[in-house]
């Protein structure tokens, strides 16, 4: 599917490369066993070559709840599922992460307990399941994105202040574990914090409802932001490496995301003023006792547009 047919369904994308440790030259042998003895679910990252994650997020137009329910539909009636399973394999990427939703309360896939406390929201298509349905025969993998229990849209509408959050939570990520059962792989979390190990099995039961076999990944953005390397969850399956920049083959670790004024230097550094940058690689297939993996963008960073690139020479040197 074209960038011009994205844009024409107002469905803004963002892909990302993903890659596991044996994509990497030289890269140590993939492990089936975590070093604390237990299955490393994950262990298909490592022994194949790299993912695509597609940020697909659905923004209808409306002047009513109505109108913009049938521009939801509209929206993903036209998603092109020929195309872009066709363009996905031209990557040779051996899994696709893909967005279930985020940040606009309007969802890919039709979900009974989201539409009972949100009617509307949910399209008619399931849009996730087909793809789950259309990559299996191709030996592909699907990894399901979804922020976690602590973003706005997500607590706004599960949330219904019965004291009964985030069971809800749960029970809506079950839902659809329990629906795509063997045919998604894992799941990739964001924006998530600290909890006891008693809520994160809770959690992770709920994904792994319908596969067992599920690798989950829960972010805290702990390669971008220069917090502490390990996965906030321990008992994560996979680390998940979300990742600004590569630099020289290594990943920077200072965060680079505005605020603050972004520059390239003389040696075509993307630096920001002020601040060191700082770099990491690990020595080897674990992260803080998990399979590592590393998440980034294929083009710019996050929200980083060209316009704020500026050039910043060394004395004496010319600029065109």
């Not at 994904?207 to 690798?215: D, F, M, S």
Request: proline letters at 8%; aromatic letters at 12%; a neutral charge.
């Amino acid at each position: 599917m074209s960038r011009r047919q994205f844009q024409t369904l107002a469905v803004p994308v963002s892909c990302l490369s993903l890659f596991a440790s044996s994509a990497l030259a030289g890269a140590p042998t993939p492990q089936a066993t975590r070093p604390d003895g237990t299955q490393n679910r994950a262990v298909w990252m490592a022994q194949g070559s790299f993912g695509v994650m597609t940020h697909y997020l659905v923004s209808p137009k409306g002047n009513t709840e109505a109108e913009k329910t049938a521009d939801l539909n509209r929206i993903v009636n036209q998603f092109d599922m020929d195309g872009f399973i066709r363009q996905f394999q031209e990557t040779g990427a051996d899994w696709l992460i893909f967005t279930l939703g985020q940040g606009t309360r309007y969802l890919c896939s039709p979900s009974a307990i989201y539409d009972a406390k949100l009617p509307g929201h949910t399209p008619r298509r399931d849009l996730l399941l087909e793809l789950a349905q259309r990559l299996q025969p191709l030996g592909k993998r699907l990894i399901v994105y979804f922020p976690s229990e602590n973003e706005p849209c997500v607590k706004e509408v599960l949330d219904s202040g019965d004291g009964k959050y985030p069971e809800s939570y749960f029970a809506f990520l079950r839902e659809y574990s329990t629906k795509l059962g063997a045919l998604h792989h894992g799941w990739w979390f964001d924006s998530c914090g600290p909890h006891p190990d008693a809520y994160w099995e809770q959690w992770l039961a709920a994904t792994r409802a319908g596969n067992p076999e599920a690798a989950v990944a829960f972010s805290g953005a702990e390669f971008c932001c220069g917090a502490p390397l390990g996965p906030i969850c321990r008992l994560a399956d996979y680390h998940a490496g979300e990742i600004h920049l590569l630099e020289d083959g290594k990943i920077r670790r200072d965060f680079l995301y505005p605020p603050g004024e972004l520059y390239v230097d003389a040696a075509a550094k993307l630096r920001k003023r002020g601040q060191e940058a700082k770099f990491y690689l690990p020595d080897g297939p674990f992260v803080g006792g998990v399979q590592w993996h590393g998440l980034l963008p294929i083009d710019l960073t996050f929200s980083l547009q060209p316009k704020q690139l500026q050039p910043n020479p060394a004395p004496g040197l010319a600029t065109r």
